[in-house]
């Protein structure tokens, strides 16, 4: 119930803004690497951070198209 009430209290902007903003900056990191793999890479990085599925994977949709 805590960790419930705790995920509510997040604003979606904020959490989407952080979620970006770790996104750039690993893409960035990988720029010399980049393949076929890398959004595997990039979606695996995410969720290791706590991110949600949803939020990680429009986030990713928008960086790659």
């Known amino acids: 119930e805590t960790i419930d009430w ?6 979606d902007e904020d959490y989407i803004q952080c979620l970006e903003e770790i996104l750039e ?4 990191l990988l720029k010399s ?3 076929s793999g890398t959004r595997i890479k990039l979606q695996r990085f ?5 991110f949600e599925n949803d ?4 986030a990713l949709k928008n ?3």
């Not at 995410?46 to 706590?50: D, M, P, Q, R, W």
């Open 55 to 58: 939020f990680v994977n429009t």
């Open 6 to 11: 705790a995920l509510d209290q997040i604003d």
């Open 46 to 50: 995410l969720y290791g951070k706590g």
């Open 63 to 65: 960086l790659f198209s």
């Open 25 to 28: 900056k690993k893409w960035r």
């Open 33 to 35: 690497n980049r393949d």
